[in-house]
């Protein structure tokens, strides 16, 4: 396949600027860039399939230049919705930062901050230079703003428009840009942009859009639908992954497969081909977990993933550690749990229970256990021994759920 098409069998390619561009994608040598607001310090999943995008360019013979905007980060693109709450200078920086690192390490890309031209430029310059250029009609037509006249835009957001278009013109005109490529809610800003090239230099540059990543229901993956899986690991665990993309609804698994992977296309078809015939082995969602987990953070961190996956599979916790522990259990309330408490006491205490008499039928009928070990006897008490690490106490009733203590002398 050219990269046309396997960008086009991959389901990454929505809009382009001109069929022209087909042909230099294939031929490779372009310049391009892709463009992210530094509203957090690291990316997340819904941005990954554009920088994977971007990684398919740069290896078909493409140069890619990130572009985060601590300029326009300042601003905020239009929301379908609402404005996008300002955000100060200190937290776009220290966004920035964090982002620049984040996509060196993973990419190995040119990172560039629209800052650096944006703070340069004067009203009368920027109403000169390039507002006259853009007619309101045109800018009232495009979708995300006229999807928001009926409740209210503020001059401010209704101006992000022309700063994305100047940034196009920048990279143009100073780093040999002919290429922008972005999500299809950025479709807008993109032709923006090459009309602004256009009118004002008289080039030709191109643009695509790829589609949002959803889910089956069309929520897409990204901060502000609060769902957000984070690159950093730190931010969001390797198991948080693992369990997220081994989960994911078998009818998405195949197209997240071939977005978010660089498996060849008969290796999807066969995991396909088995996903159909055999899917609870759910070959095809861990092959995604291993793939997106193994380029993201390394082969170590996707075995370890496994791991703590197996050990909660098997109600084991005795041999992992605290970090293991607060990997599986995160987002867990933790409950101070003291040495010398019941069994029954600490039930109450976690929540697994709702009163003592409770809690002693729960132990008498074996649906207790302590770090993976089944409790029975009503007067067992929580001993030293009993904390990971001296840290956490792992407690389960019944089949599914899970009650995390945490040591009295660690409190606070």
């Given amino acids: 396949m050219t990269l046309v098409e396997e960008l086009k069998w991959r ?4 809009d382009i600027s001109s069929p022209e561009l087909e042909e230099k994608l294939n031929q490779g040598g372009l310049t391009f860039y892709i463009g992210t607001d530094p509203t957090a310090d690291s990316l997340h999943v819904g941005h990954l399939s554009s920088f994977l995008i971007s990684k398919r360019l740069k290896e078909a013979g493409h140069t890619p230049i990130l572009l985060v905007g601590g300029g326009t980060g300042m601003i905020g693109d239009p929301r379908p919705t609402t404005e996008r709450a300002m955000i100060s200078k200190e937290e776009v920086t220290k966004n920035f930062e964090g982002l620049k690192a984040q996509v060196e390490k993973l990419f190995g890309f040119e990172v560039v901050n629209n800052y650096d031209w944006h703070k340069d430029i004067n009203v009368l310059d920027f109403l000169r230079d390039y507002g006259k250029y853009f007619n309101i009609n045109y800018m009232l037509d495009k979708d995300i703003i006229r999807r928001r006249l009926d409740t209210g835009i503020t001059y401010t957001e209704f101006s992000y428009m022309i700063l994305q278009a100047l940034d196009f013109k920048y990279l143009h005109e100073h780093k040999n840009v002919d290429l922008q490529c972005a999500g299809s809610d950025q479709w807008g800003n993109i032709t923006a942009g090459i009309d602004l090239i256009r009118k004002s230099t008289g080039d030709e540059v191109y643009g695509f859009t790829m589609p949002l990543v959803t889910d089956s229901q069309g929520k897409k993956f990204g901060k502000s639908e609060g769902n957000a899986l ?15 993309f081994v989960n994911v609804e078998d009818c998405m698994v195949i197209d997240y497969l071939k977005i978010y992977t660089f498996l060849s296309k008969e290796e999807i078809e066969e995991l396909e081909k088995r996903n159909q015939e055999h899917p609870e082995l759910r070959e ?8 997106i987990i193994t380029f993201l953070h390394g082969k170590e961190e996707y075995e370890r993933a496994v791991n703590l996956a197996d050990h909660l599979f098997h109600n084991k916790f005795q ?22 408490m019941s069994i029954l006491d600490a039930l109450v205490q976690v929540g697994a229970a709702s ?9 008498a009928n074996g649906a207790v256990s302590i770090n993976g070990e089944k409790v029975t006897d009503v007067n067992a008490e929580i001993t030293a021994a009993s904390f ?10 019944g089949k599914k759920n899970y009650y995390i203590g945490m040591s009295q002398k660690c409190q606070g």
Avoid: N, P
Avoid at 11 to 14: A, D, P, Y
């Fill in 11 to 14: 389901g990454l390619i929505k």
């Fill in 230 to 244: 984070w690159l950093d690991k730190e931010k969001t665990s390797s198991y948080k992954l693992y369990q997220f």
């Fill in 284 to 291: 095809a969602h861990k092959a995604l977990a291993r793939e």
């Fill in 319 to 340: 041999d992992l550690s605290k970090k293991d522990i607060e990997d599986l259990f995160g987002s867990e309330e933790k409950k101070i749990v003291e040495e010398g």
């Fill in 355 to 363: 009163s003592k008499r409770e809690a002693r039928e729960f132990v």
């Fill in 388 to 397: 990971i690490e001296g840290t956490y106490i792992v407690i389960k009733r």
